[in-house]
């Protein structure tokens, strides 16, 4: 079972349009952080966030924590190939009494076409 | 800085072979993991340790062990390779416990494992 769903699974669209990328849960989360991952890296943080609501924006790139802190979405504004990569999501959520209470999304693979 | 190192880069195994992947970080984190990466299935915790001689289960746990005799190493062992365990396999590590957001996680740049 998957804690959290991405959506769309793959995304490709042309140089200049807008998109986002949603990431559900039915379980609440403390934080949620997303990453970027290119061809045979490991995957890179973007930012994290930790209050239901927040909206943070790194350059071309907006992140949004839903009211209930269970939800997700990251907006780009006018995609470059450079944006081209697989996109994942992963939430902090202390719902059970093991070790493992962070988990990630199963990704988004956007590619840009110049 | 070379962060987080993980090697070989790729390896190919026959079912019933064992191995080690290699981890190893310069960044004095205590926290560190292993994951493995499978299409449309994000990423899924195998092992992880909070600190040198502490390790604990992830959420796929069956079919490796690890062990962290120094804060730098994390190794992990598959002791017979089965064609289930073809993934690709990253060791990150982190300052506190990942989640938080002052200590998020740092990625190797992985090992594409195929048992066949």
């Known amino acids: 079972t998957q804690l959290l769903e991405q959506s769309p699974q793959f995304l490709s669209i042309q140089e200049g349009e807008n998109l986002t990328v949603y990431c559900n849960s039915s379980s609440v989360f403390s934080s949620l952080q997303w990453y970027r991952q290119e061809p045979g890296e490991g995957p890179v943080l973007l930012v994290t966030?930790?209050?239901?609501?927040e909206v943070k924006k790194l350059k071309r790139l907006t992140f949004q924590f839903g009211d209930a802190r269970k939800d997700s979405s990251l907006h780009i504004t006018a995609a470059q190939p450079g944006d081209t990569g697989l996109y994942l999501c992963a939430g902090f959520s202390p719902i059970t009494n093991t070790g493992n209470q962070f988990y990630f999304g199963t990704g988004t693979s956007l590619t840009v076409i110049p | 800085n070379a962060g987080v190192t993980q090697t070989p880069k790729f390896r190919i195994l026959k079912i019933g072979q064992s191995m080690t992947l290699q981890c190893a970080q310069d960044?004095?984190?205590?926290?560190m993991y292993w994951y493995r990466q499978d299409p449309g299935m994000g990423l899924k915790l195998i092992y992880y340790s909070v600190g040198a001689g502490i390790t604990d289960k992830g959420e796929v746990p069956n079919g490796y062990n690890v062990s962290r005799s120094t804060t730098e190493d994390f190794p992990l062992r598959l002791e017979l390779a089965a064609p289930s365990q073809t993934s690709v396999y990253f060791c990150?590590?982190?300052?506190?416990?990942?989640?938080?957001?002052?200590?998020?996680?740092?990625f190797g740049n992985g090992t594409r494992l195929t048992v066949t």
């Open positions: 990150a590590s982190s300052y506190g416990r990942t989640g938080n957001g002052n200590s998020p996680l740092h």
């Open positions: 960044m004095n984190h205590n926290y």
């Open positions: 966030v930790v209050t239901g609501g």
